[in-house]
């Protein structure tokens, strides 16, 4: 099954939550700016985005999330400064964050979930398919995932979750994929149903859960605007997806890269250890440090 669609330029990141799981560095500071080494959460996803041939990314913020766009707007007085200095390369680093991609920014009001937030951007969208690349997932591998994505639904023309087998109790605080063979692929699967925050591991359709990415058609705003409130008293995107997945279809890409929980302080802690082994500036001194404190524990 083969069907020619649109190319996916669009993106949306959702960057409204609260950041609780990660308080109080979140109190002041959006935990989308959070740096693993010397660049924020949010960048990595951007330029996963860009790299996979997004053009166009509309990030949803609320309240306090000013630096969020600070970081990717202009800052006249440090490039000057930086000029000044005859620091080039510092220089052109902080002025490409401007030219990535076209960047533009909406609130969503209410924190109404997920959902909602996604909804927000329904004037952005229009008529075309999406990305959304949620603002707590930092996913790093040789090929962005958001890439893999687009490639399934520009294939098939049907909306696409990225996904990895999780542990149980991982799947119980997202959510459970129902899973079907697709005939000649490997690691592309039909998707026929999905469920938000399990109570019990009985009734796990899978320990398959979606992990940060999605490629939505745009029919899923009609949908959005009839699904009632969920799981949390919040709209779900998950029980929008899984309408979706009843009615036109949806695909699932167990995906290639390594997910970081940039909710969670194990998952800033782990992305950092990480980038900081293969960073050029750092790593051989960072891997020293390491070999150091490893004979203490």
């Not at 949620?134 to 040789?142: M, S």
């Not at 294939?155 to 005939?183: D, H, N, Q, W």
Request: proline share 5%; charged share 25%; net charge negative.
């Amino acid at each position: 099954m083969s069907i020619t669609t649109t190319k996916v330029r669009k993106a949306v990141i959702p960057a409204a939550g609260l950041g609780t799981r990660v308080l109080p560095a979140s109190k002041a500071m959006p935990k989308e700016m959070l740096p693993i080494v010397d660049k924020p959460a949010i960048q990595y996803i951007v330029e996963e985005a860009v790299a996979s041939g997004i053009t166009e990314i509309l990030i949803i913020t609320n309240r306090g999330k000013g630096d969020i766009e600070n970081h990717f707007d202009r800052a006249p007085e440090l490039e000057s400064r930086l000029l000044e200095a005859g620091r080039q390369e510092a220089y052109d680093q902080i002025v490409s964050l401007t030219k990535m991609a076209n960047i533009c920014f909406v609130r969503q009001k209410e924190t109404k979930g997920l959902g909602h937030a996604v909804n927000c951007a329904r004037s952005f969208v229009g008529d075309e398919p999406f990305a959304i690349l949620f603002g707590d997932d930092v996913i790093l591998g040789e090929k962005p995932v958001t890439a893999q994505l687009c490639e399934a639904y520009e294939k098939y023309g049907l909306g696409v979750v990225g996904t990895k087998e999780m542990p149980a109790e991982t799947v119980m605080r997202g959510s459970s994929l129902k899973l079907a063979p697709l005939e000649g692929e490997t690691n592309i699967f039909k998707c026929t149903d999905l469920v938000e925050k399990v109570k019990r591991v009985e009734d796990l359709l899978s320990n398959y859960t979606i992990l940060g990415r999605c490629v939505c058609p745009p029919e899923i705003f009609d949908i959005l605007d009839h699904t009632p409130p969920g799981a949390g008293n919040e709209i779900q995107l998950t029980d929008a997806l899984a309408q979706l997945a009843k009615t036109k279809g949806l695909t699932a890409v167990d995906f290639e890269g390594k997910r970081y929980d940039m909710g969670n302080k194990l998952g800033i802690l782990q992305a950092t250890v990480d980038v900081a082994l293969a960073h050029p500036e750092v790593s051989e001194g960072f891997k020293a440090y390491l070999k150091e404190i490893i004979d203490k524990l």
